[in-house]
């Protein structure tokens, strides 16, 4: 279809770094299974897309927000996870895409600190083995219906585990999916007059990856109308510089 279907989907959804557009690795993977269920079928009248790399780029983008213990964040409407979890399905997209690095994404490995610009992410990482660290900073789309009032929210693994989480989302039903996981003060970044962030996109300033240190520098101006908020981080083997 030329508002829903597949190929209008891999223009429209998928972001430049293979993130679906909501933010989320729950709906991530609610899509990839979806989109699983289209190939096979295209599959059987003798439809192929494995050529297509913006589509293959859907199984490689989460390796770039995996923690080094192939834990992923939980950003927006989404529930703790692991990359293991979906191993059958890389599985399926090392075979249809003729890639069998594909199929080796799911074991932890050492990923590079990266801006993920079409996503709105910045993975800032240092050290390796139990000295690994790494921290998540959300800066950019807000990620439709799935997305939390949280520009400039922060999430940092260190020391073996995620130690500054985000809350991500309880079922539904439950009251405080709204009162608490979708409010501003339930994250890691500024609260202004108690009140939540307005959806908003912001942008990215600075970036550096260097042997001594990674950093980013990213603000927001519709988040609270009538204010700017900026953010800086630096990332060291030692210790974590935050300015808000």
């Not at 080094?68 to 979890?85: C, E, F, K, R």
């Not at 997209?93 to 690095?101: C, G, M, S």
């Not at 801006?115 to 998540?136: E, I, Q, S």
Request: charged letters at 20%.
């Amino acid at each position: 279809g030329p508002k829903s279907g597949l190929l209008w989907q891999i223009d429209a959804s998928i972001t430049d770094d293979g993130i679906w557009y909501e933010g989320t690795m729950a709906y991530h993977f609610y899509a990839v299974q979806a989109i699983i269920d289209t190939l096979q079928a295209a599959a059987r009248v003798g439809w192929t897309f494995a050529d297509n790399q913006r589509l293959a780029s859907l199984w490689r983008g989460p390796a770039q927000l995996a923690y080094p213990n192939g834990q992923l964040p939980v950003i927006n409407d989404s529930d703790p996870a692991a990359l293991t979890q979906w191993g059958s399905w890389y599985k399926f997209a090392a075979e249809y895409f003729h890639d069998p690095t594909l199929d080796t994404i799911t074991k932890a490995q050492q990923q590079p600190s990266a801006a993920l610009r079409g996503a709105g992410l910045v993975a800032l990482r240092r050290g390796l083995g139990t000295d690994a660290c790494a921290l998540f900073f959300d800066y950019g789309i807000h990620g439709g219906s799935h997305g939390h009032p949280d520009k400039l929210n922060i999430t940092l693994y260190t020391l073996g585990s995620e130690i500054i989480l985000d809350p991500g989302r309880l079922t539904y039903s439950v009251p405080e999916h709204l009162t608490w996981a979708r409010t501003t003060v339930a994250h890691n970044t500024v609260v202004i007059n108690g009140k939540d962030q307005k959806p908003d996109e912001g942008e990215l300033l600075w970036f550096a990856d260097t042997p001594e240190y990674a950093g980013a520098l990213a603000q927001t101006k519709g988040a609270y109308p009538g204010y700017e908020l900026r953010r800086g981080l630096l990332l060291t083997d030692r210790w974590l510089l935050d300015v808000f």
